[in-house]
């Protein structure tokens, strides 16, 4: 079937032009509908909606989008099959609806993937516990392939002998098993690019994204019902003032450090902050998911991904500020060490870790089931509840002021609906969310093989039929933008290969730092490709890349200096202490 036909929309600035920071020597503060306070999955997708009903919209963040919790996560799509355990079943339901709500929107962004639950004898939940689960899991999922293209179907789940497991997965330890169960969600492709698509389509609509924009100070004014935001921008070094009739602090883990800015603002929850790592690795695991336990109780999950493995996560207390979290040489060597007592035939090092990442999980907590740091993790914050919440802050006396929590990619789209209803009643707007009639930007096709054969025939003179199929299952209907970028023919055969040895092209890459909001070569290499996360992608593709953000930036000699340092630090291992 032929691509669907996009709809006609109004006309706006280009992509380039608004994501581009405003003078500053303007007067005048700027008067929004609203701010946006956090660019990660849940920010973008606020903005998305609320651009979508028509509001004037500004986000900001602090550092790039998606670089906080958005960026540590597992990169899937899922129902909360856990979630059955604290009889959340209504929860469950809401993940799996959104989940199937995602494979129409954002078809080029998701794929299947099987997970192989392998029972070991004495280890977690009994298999006809587990059994059990997935029925109900099934059933509460009965609408998973409505409307749904067949790529993206999802079988049910099924029940696997012991023999079965090590079919499916040759380095389980046979002898140990009791059974196992192989059930489906869906993995996210590039979760930091699934973020910036929703910017990118709340542009499409005039709304507006601004990264490296940290908010200063939040004043609200009673008399005026106007809410004044000094932002400032560490790209320049000024600050920026705009007004807004109402705010949705979306801050993730600082969303109560957000709430201290504002006189009067007390939350009636508790943001727990819960630690997770992840590492990439050597592949140790083949198609499916392998999913064990700890002794604990705790799930342990090793995903294939690109040729490699992605292991996580840990789940731990976490006490400090958030900007001071990082990353230790103890958290990836106590990961490697689980693994390795729950599947010895990995035999993982620490010099098999070609990647870490980590981050901070606000979960929500109520204050009379707090819990003190010690607590075991069953009981603290693996235990806690992943349910979204949204505050209204106008019981504070701040009308129009909103705190989100405890979303994830799953459900983004309904965070973003639910608090909107919210601001539209305030601000007496009757508009209705449009979320779901219209695909993200490169969704917008019906049939991904009938829309590779559109743009081989459209842009064969520009790429190979090969590159052409790569770039439409990365970027989808985003296609035809790419190809109109204007590369000069001395970088027209410039390439970039990750260390899993998938290719990037210089048509796409300069097309992604030119109207991205890229500034630093960690925004491309780990949020707007997946370009650096298997490993350093090496000196050749290092060189390359310089090349272009010269090329786009004007980048002299020290910037240079200072991209190669960022470059280096980000494959470092963190030091011992």
């Known amino acids: 079937m032929p691509p669907r036909k996009k709809r006609p929309q109004a006309k706006t600035r280009s992509a ?22 956090g660019g990660g999955i849940s920010g973008a997708s606020i903005l998305y909606d609320a651009t979508q009903r028509g509001l004037t919209s500004l986000l900001v963040e602090k550092s790039d989008f998606a670089s906080g919790t958005s960026q540590a996560s597992s990169r899937l799509i899922h129902g909360g099959l856990r979630y059955l355990q604290n009889m959340e079943f209504g929860m469950v339901r809401e993940s799996l609806r959104e989940r199937r709500n995602l494979g129409r929107l954002a078809p080029h962004c998701i794929r299947p993937l099987g997970f192989l639950f392998a029972k070991q004898r004495g280890r977690g939940t009994s298999l006809a516990l587990v059994r059990i689960g997935l029925w109900l899991y099934d059933l509460l999922s009965f609408d998973r392939n409505r409307r749904i293209h067949q790529r993206l179907h999802l079988p049910r789940s099924r029940y696997l002998s012991p023999a079965a497991c090590v079919a499916q997965e040759f380095r ?101 902050r819960s630690m997770g790592i992840h590492i990439v690795t050597r592949k140790i695991a083949q198609d499916h998911c392998v999913v064990l336990m700890r002794p604990d109780g705790r799930h ?62 606000p979960l929500v907590e109520a204050e009379n089931t ?28 701040l009308p129009g002021f909103i705190t989100v929590l405890g979303g994830k990619y799953t459900t983004s789209r309904l965070l973003a609906e639910k608090s909107i209803d919210l601001i539209c009643r305030h601000l007496g707007v009757a508009a209705t969310c449009q979320t779901l009639a ?83 070569v960690s925004d491309l290499l780990l949020r707007r490709t997946n370009l650096g996360f298997f490993g350093d992608p090496g000196a050749v593709c290092q060189k390359n890349l310089l090349r272009l953000f010269a090329h786009t930036h004007q980048w002299g000699p020290a910037e240079l200096r200072r991209a190669r340092s960022e470059w280096q630090a980000l494959y470092l291992l963190p030091p011992e202490a």
């Open 16 to 37: 380039k032009q608004q994501t581009r920071h405003p003078d500053s020597g303007a007067n005048k503060p700027e008067r929004l509908d609203l701010l946006v306070i």
């Open 172 to 272: 389980l330890p046979v002898h140990q098993l009791t059974g196992g169960v192989l059930y489906y969600d869906y993995q996210n492709q590039s979760p930091e690019r699934f973020t910036w698509e929703f910017i990118q389509a709340a542009q499409q609509k005039g709304g507006r994204a601004w990264n490296y924009c940290k908010l200063d100070s939040l004043e609200y004014d009673p008399t005026s019902g106007l809410y004044t935001a000094v932002i400032a921008r560490s790209q320049t070094k000024d600050q920026i003032t705009v007004q807004s009739r109402s705010v949705i602090n979306a801050a993730g883990p600082w969303a109560d450090i957000v709430q201290r800015l504002t006189q009067g603002s007390q939350s009636h929850t508790r943001i727990q």
């Open 300 to 361: 342990l999950f090793i995903i294939p991904w690109h040729n490699r493995s992605l292991i996580g996560t840990t789940d731990a207390l976490y006490t400090g500020h958030p900007d001071d979290f990082r990353v230790t040489r103890a958290d990836i060597a106590g990961l490697i060490a689980d693994v390795n007592e729950a599947w010895p035939m990995a035999n993982l090092e620490l010099n098999d870790v070609l990647y870490y990442y980590g981050g901070l999980r």
């Open 370 to 397: 707090a819990h003190a740091p010690g607590d075991d993790d069953k009981k603290g914050s693996y235990g806690a509840s992943r349910r979204m919440e949204i505050e209204d802050h106008g019981k504070d006396g």
């Open 438 to 520: 219209q695909p993200l930007p490169g969704g917008d096709y019906q049939d991904i093989q009938d829309l590779t054969a559109v743009h081989q025939a459209r842009f064969g003179h520009l790429a190979t039929k090969q590159q052409l199929a790569v770039l439409t299952g990365r970027y989808g209907a985003l296609v035809p933008e790419i190809m109109a970028t204007g590369l000069p023919s001395a970088l027209q055969t410039l390439e970039c290969a990750a260390a899993n040895g998938d290719i990037y092209y210089a048509r796409e890459l300069l097309w992604i730092i030119q109207n991205e909001s890229v500034y630093n």
